[in-house]
C-alpha cells in the first residue's frame, strides 16, 4: 500500500525513526529534569543519558565524546563554528575561504563577517560540483584564518575531498571547518584520520529531531573558539542554555543506529537510486546534477530540460520532493548550487532533487519513474520550446523579442 | 517505586500531559521540514502558525511580533548581542540580579566598546529607584531588568520601569522566564520593547523559547543562514518543541489565576512552618511569585542541606540550576547586601502544579529534622 505523497525529500529533513522516538519518549514523562541540576536524582539522570549520547555520536565520527559540544542544529553549529574560530585567531589573519556551493548557514555566516571586516574568497567549483584541488590551493592566503568546505552538498550529494583539503589546512596551519550535516550515516567519518578541526552535526537530517545538532570541536591539536552564546555556562563555556534532554537522548539514539546499519542500509539504497536513474534513460534531454562517483547513493538531482520547473512540481504534487534546497526552496530564484556548475537558469528551474532514505521502497521508486514519465510528457507536450526543439531548432541561435 | 517530591520548578518543570500529547504527531507521521512546499512541509508550517497564535494570545502580543527561539538562553542573548550590534556603542544597564544568560551577554558588549553597568537593587531584591533614576539620565542605549527572579521570586514594577523607559526613549528588554505561567505577563500591558519567554518553565519541552519583539527595534541575528523567522533566527525550526510550547502557554494562561492563590497559599504554610525553625526566608516583604521561597539557615550549608533533603525525598535547589555547577554563593543574594557566608547556606524551594499540601507539611518536617541533625552533628565538630 503506497501512502501519499510519497516522501523523496529525506535531504530536507527525515522522520524520526521509530526506534528513536522510542528512545525520547520516555523523557518526555517522568524523566524530566534539568541536566545542570546538581542537587537531586532528577538531574543526574538527565546528565547521564546526555552524556550516553554524546559517546554515541563521537562514536559515529571517531571522536573523543569531549569533543561534542550540543547545539540547538546544524545552522548553529555552522555559525559558532566560524564566527567563533574567525573572532578568536583575529590576530593571525582576516581571510575566510569557502566555497559557492556551501549551505546558506555557511555563506550567510561569512558574510556576516565580511560585514565586520573579514575578508572573503567564495570558491568555484567544477561542471561536476567537486572542487579542484589546485585551485583551492591557490585560493589560499597567507592571512587565510578558517577554511570551510561542506562534506555532502545538500542539492546534488557530492563528496568534496575532504581529507585532503584537511591536509593542506593543517600543513598551514588554516583552521578547517567541515559541515556534515548531509554526511552523517551517509558517508564514514573518522575524525581520527582526517585532519578536520570543527565539524558540524545535525540530528533531523540522521532520522532523530529537529532543533538538536552538535559541533566537534578538536582536542588535539586543539582548537579555540568565542563562544557565540552566553550565559550558565553549560558545554564548557561554549554554548550556554539549558540541554534539551529528550533532543539529545534522540541524536544519540539516532547517530547509534546509523553507525550500526549505514554500511547495509546505504547498499539498499543505492540499488534505489540506480533503480530511479535507470528508470529515466529512456527519457529525452534529461541531465544528472553533479558527479555520480563521488556522491552519496541517497541523491538523485536532474534537471528535465524544457519543463518549467514551477509546473513540473505541481504536476507531480504525489510524490514530496525539492526543486532546490529546502532552505531556500521559498524563493523563485534558480538554485544557486546549480548556477555555481554552469547550469543556465532554465535547467536550474527545471531540476528536482529526489534523496532516497531509510523508509523508500521499490514500489515507491516505481511510482515517482512512472509519474515522472506521465508528467513530463505532458508538459513538454504543452511547450513551444519542446515542439521547437523537436523541429530540429537550435535554441540558442533563435532571437527572443523583448516584451 | 520510591517517587521524590518534585519542588524545583523554577529550574525545570515536568510536560504536561496535553502537551506531550500535542507534540507526539511531529514525532511521528508529521515529520515535514516547514520550508518544504509539498504537503509535510505545509502541514509543519501550519503548526508553527499555529502555536506563534498561541504563545502571542497567552502574553497580549501579536503573533507577528513572536521570534522562535532554541529557549530563553538565546531569545536573551539575541536581545542584547542583536540590538546592541544595530546601534553605535554606548550605555548598557542591566539589573545586578540578571540570569547569566542577560548578564554575559552583556558583559560580552565591553569588548565591542560598550559600558556596563548593574542597576541596584535593595535588602529585598528590588530595584533601587534612586539608582534607576541616576542611571536613566546617563542615557543609556539598552536596559534589561528581569521580571521575576529565578531565585528569590521577587518580581520588578515592569510596567512603571517600561513608561520610563520609553519617555527616556530606551529599549527595554525584561526576561519573563520565570514569571510566565505563574503570574499575569501581558507584552502590551507591560509595555516593554522585547521579553524573553521560555518552554519548559511551564510544562513545555526544553529546546523552545521566545523572543517577543515591538517590530520598532531593529536586530541583527546571532544565527545565521536560510532566513526563518523574518531572518531574525536561521534554522530548521523545531516543530515538535515548538507545537508544545504553543500549548503549555495556552494551558498556562488558563490556569493562571487558580494556580496563584493555591501555590501562594502553600508557600506562605511552608514559610511560617520554616520560620518555626529559625529559618531566615529572604525577600519576604516584597512581591513574590506565588512559587518561589529562598531561605537560609545559620551555619548550615545550602549543598549540604539540600543533599540531604534529596535523599529523604524532596528535590529542590541550593542556587539557580544553571549555576549550580560552580560555588560561588548567589549572586542574587549578594546583589542584596547578604553576606557570602549566609549565602552558601542558602535553599530555594519552587512549587508547581502537581504540589499538594500534603508535600509541604512533609518537606517542613523532614527539612526540620535535617536542620535539627546537622546543628548537632556542628554542635559536635566544635
Same mark, same amino acid.
Given at each position: ?19 528513536v ?16 541540576s ?42 559558532l ?16 575561504l ?6 546558506k548557514?555557511? %555563506?550567510? !555566516? ?48 557530492? @563528496? ?29 567519518i573518522?575524525?581520527k ?12 537530517? !540522521? ?7 552538535? %559541533? ?139 534523496? @532516497? ?11 515517482? @519513474? ?5 508528467? @513530463? ?8 520550446l ?18 | ?31 515535514g ?30 503573533? &507577528? ?5 532554541? *529557549? ?18 554606548g ?17 560580552q558588549l ?7 553597568v ?35 521570586g ?38 516593554v ?42 534554522? &530548521? ?24 492563590h ?14 518555626? &525553625? ?28 539540600? *543533599? ?50 500534603d ?13 535539627k ?10
Open positions: 500500500m503506497l501512502k501519499f505523497p510519497i516522501y523523496l525529500d529525506y535531504s530536507a529533513t527525515t522522520p524520526v525513526d521509530p526506534r522516538a522510542e528512545k525520547m519518549i520516555p523523557w518526555l514523562t517522568e524523566q524530566f529534569g534539568n541536566p545542570a546538581r542537587s537531586h536524582a532528577f538531574g543526574w539522570d538527565a546528565e547521564k543519558a546526555v552524556e550516553d549520547a554524546r559517546g554515541e555520536v563521537a562514536a559515529l565520527v571517531g571522536a573523543d565524546p569531549r569533543e561534542i559540544i550540543w547545539t540547538s542544529g546544524a545552522t548553529e553549529s555552522n555559525n563554528a566560524i564566527k567563533g574560530a574567525a573572532q578568536f585567531y583575529k590576530g593571525k589573519g582576516k581571510h575566510i569557502t566555497v559557492k556551493t556551501e549551505h548557514a555557511v %555563506l550567510d !555566516t561569512v558574510r556576516e563577517l565580511e560585514r565586520l571586516g573579514f575578508e572573503a574568497t567564495y570558491l568555484d567549483v567544477q561542471e561536476d560540483g567537486l572542487i579542484d584541488i589546485e585551485q583551492f590551493k591557490a585560493a589560499l592566503r597567507p592571512d587565510t584564518i578558517v577554511v570551510s568546505v561542506m562534506m555532502v552538498n545538500n542539492e546534488i550529494g557530492v @563528496i568534496q575531498p575532504i581529507a585532503e583539503i584537511g591536509e593542506i589546512c593543517r600543513d598551514k596551519g588554516i583552521v578547517f571547518h567541515v559541515d556534515a550535516a548531509q554526511a552523517t550515516g551517509k558517508v564514514a573518522d575524525l584520520e582526517l585532519k578536520v578541526d570543527l565539524m558540524s552535526f545535525s540530528a533531523h537530517k !540522521t532520522y532523530g529531531p529537529k532543533g538538536m545538532g552538535a %559541533l566537534y570541536v578538536r582536542r588535539k591539536p586543539r582548537v579555540r573558539l568565542e563562544a557565540q552564546m552566553h550565559g550558565g555556562g553549560h558545554e564548557r563555556g561554549l554554548r550556554s542554555g539549558t540541554l534539551a534532554t529528550h533532543q539529545i537522548v534522540g541524536m544519540g539514539e539516532a547517530f547509534r543506529l546509523a553507525r550500526l546499519e549505514m554500511g547495509a542500509e546505504n547498499e539498499r539504497i543505492r540499488m534505489l537510486r540506480d533503480r530511479l536513474l535507470d528508470g529515466f534513460k529512456d527519457m529525452e534531454a534529461v541531465y544528472v546534477n553533479g558527479d555520480l562517483e563521488h556522491r552519496v547513493p541517497h541523491n538523485l538531482n536532474i534537471s528535465f530540460a524544457y519543463v518549467e520547473g514551477e509546473s513540473l512540481i505541481m504536476a507531480i504534487k504525489d510524490v514530496a520532493v525539492s526543486s532546490g534546497s529546502a532552505c531556500t526552496s521559498a524563493s523563485l530564484e534558480p538554485s544557486y548550487v546549480l548556477r555555481a556548475l554552469g547550469r543556465n537558469d532554465e535547467l536550474a528551474h527545471s531540476s528536482i532533487r529526489f534523496t @532516497i532514505g531509510r523508509f523508500t521502497t521499490v514500489e515507491e521508486i516505481d511510482f515517482a @519513474i512512472d509519474l515522472l514519465h506521465k508528467r @513530463i510528457g505532458k508538459l513538454r507536450e504543452l511547450s513551444p519542446w515542439e521547437m526543439v523537436q523541429e530540429g531548432i537550435d535554441l540558442d541561435t533563435v532571437q527572443w523579442a523583448a516584451h | 517505586m520510591f517517587a521524590p517530591a518534585y519542588l524545583d520548578w523554577n529550574a525545570t518543570s515536568p510536560l504536561a500531559p496535553e502537551v506531550r500529547e500535542a507534540m507526539l504527531p511531529w514525532l511521528g507521521e508529521r515529520f521540514n516547514a520550508s518544504s512546499r509539498h504537503e509535510y512541509g505545509r502541514q509543519a508550517r501550519a503548526a508553527i502558525d499555529e502555536a506563534r497564535e498561541r504563545v502571542a494570545a497567552a502574553v497580549g502580543a501579536h503573533p &507577528t511580533e513572536v521570534v522562535f527561539t532554541s *529557549g530563553g538562553s538565546e531569545a536573551n542573548n539575541l536581545f542584547i548581542k542583536g540590538a546592541a550590534a544595530c546601534m553605535k556603542p550605555l548598557v544597564a542591566i539589573s545586578a540580579i540578571e540570569h547569566p544568560c542577560v548578564r554575559e551577554p552583556a558583559k565591553r569588548r565591542a566598546g560598550w559600558d556596563v548593574e542597576l541596584a537593587v535593595d535588602t529585598a531584591g528590588r530595584i533601587d529607584r534612586n539608582h534607576w533614576q541616576a542611571v536613566l539620565e546617563r542615557r543609556p542605549k539598552l536596559l534589561s531588568v528581569m521580571f521575576a527572579n529565578n531565585e528569590s521577587v518580581l520588578q514594577p515592569i510596567a512603571e520601569l517600561a513608561s520610563e523607559a520609553r519617555e527616556a526613549r530606551v529599549w527595554l528588554h525584561t526576561d519573563a522566564v520565570q514569571a510566565l505561567g505563574k503570574i499575569e505577563v501581558d507584552f502590551r500591558a507591560l509595555g520593547h522585547a521579553m524573553t519567554l521560555s518552554s519548559h518553565k511551564i510544562g513545555g519541552p526544553i529546546g523552545a523559547g521566545a523572543l517577543v519583539l515591538d517590530k520598532r527595534v531593529e536586530l541583527a541575528p546571532l544565527i545565521a543562514g536560510g532566513g526563518q523567522e523574518r531572518g531574525l533566527r536561521s534554522g &530548521t525550526e523545531n516543530v515538535a518543541a515548538i507545537v508544545g510550547f504553543g500549548v503549555a502557554c495556552q494551558l498556562a494562561a488558563a490556569r493562571a489565576e487558580d494556580e496563584h493555591r501555590l501562594s497559599a502553600l508557600r506562605d504554610r511552608l514559610e511560617i512552618l520554616l520560620a518555626e &525553625t529559625g529559618t531566615r526566608i529572604f525577600s519576604r516583604e516584597a512581591e513574590r511569585l506565588p512559587n518561589t521561597s529562598f531561605f537560609a539557615v545559620d551555619g548550615i550549608d545550602g549543598e549540604t542541606l539540600v *543533599g540531604k533533603l534529596d535523599r529523604a525525598g524532596f528535590a529542590c535547589a541550593s542556587g539557580s540550576a544553571c549555576s549550580s555547577a560552580n560555588p560561588e554563593p548567589s549572586h542574587t543574594l549578594t546583589a542584596m547586601g547578604v553576606d557570602e557566608t549566609l549565602a552558601r547556606n542558602a535553599v530555594r524551594v519552587s512549587l508547581g502544579p502537581t504540589t499538594t499540601a508535600d509541604i507539611e512533609r518537606f517542613a518536617e523532614t527539612f526540620a529534622r535535617q536542620v541533625e546537622l546543628k548537632e552533628l556542628a554542635a559536635v565538630a566544635a
